[in-house]
């Protein structure tokens, strides 16, 4: 139970933090607090406060912002994906392109 609330509290500051604009269908942080519940982030980083979190979270972005095109395209990818990415690169967010940088935690 503590893990969701704090997750809760975690998406609070993070919408009201990020000053980005973001179209939902590029990223919905709903999605964004399942994987990182799925991921069991909080708990392997022993995160006590939601600041934490979304310190984390600016690193994540800035490392997944330095990554070549190959990261998130590949041949077989939709005219839609290469929208988003065009559109993370535009407004500096990369997070919602893909997950397997919680994978490495």
């Not at 179209?23 to 995160?47: N, P, T, W, Y």
């Amino acid at each position: 139970m503590r893990v969701y609330r704090y997750i809760i509290s975690f998406s609070l500051i993070l919408s009201l933090s990020l000053s980005l604009s973001l179209s939902l269908s590029l990223f919905q942080i709903d999605r964004l607090r399942d994987e990182l519940h799925k991921a069991g982030i909080v708990d392997k980083l022993s995160m006590k406060q939601p600041q934490e979190m979304y310190d984390w979270l600016e690193k994540q972005n800035q490392i997944l912002s330095k990554c070549d095109d190959s990261r998130f395209l590949d041949r077989s990818s939709s005219a839609a994906r290469v929208k988003a990415l065009d559109k993370a690169k535009e407004n500096g967010f990369f997070l919602g392109m893909d997950w397997k940088w919680l994978e490495s935690v």
